[in-house]
Nanobody, 123 residues
């Protein structure tokens, strides 16, 4: 059973940075993509960034501001967020590619098992 633990959230002023780590345990195949999703109140969960096979992809809304990366041992996933905007306010979740997942991002299904971490950006 995969377990994901997101941390690093908090409150920040617009224009500031935050870095979100996601620690994970359990078996995750070497070919599996990983991703970050977010969900704002009253909105659907949306993909933000994904990484796998040496490539990273981003939602248009975060391109040039967010960077997804993995630790060399692949046991920690990161999301570096720069130049944050109030519209980035949301609960952020990390996710693992899964055939049973219900969250789609750029053609791949993901499952999120963590509790998420709250990011609040004030203007």
């Amino acid at each position: 059973q995969v377990q994901l633990v997101e941390t690093g959230g908090g409150s920040v002023q617009a224009g500031g940075p935050l870095r979100l780590p996601c620690g994970h345990s359990g078996y995750i195949g070497g070919d599996s993509n990983m991703a970050w999703f977010r969900q704002a109140p009253g909105k659907e969960r949306e993909g933000v960034a994904r990484i796998g096979h040496g490539s990273a992809y981003y939602a248009d809304s975060v391109k040039g501001r967010f960077t997804i990366s993995q630790a060399n041992a692949r046991n920690t996933l990161y999301l570096q967020m720069n130049n944050l905007k109030p519209e980035d306010t949301a609960m952020y979740y990390c996710a693992v590619q899964s055939p049973d997942g219900i969250n789609w991002f750029l053609g791949i299904k993901f499952a999120t098992w963590g509790q998420g971490t709250q990011v609040t950006v004030s203007s």
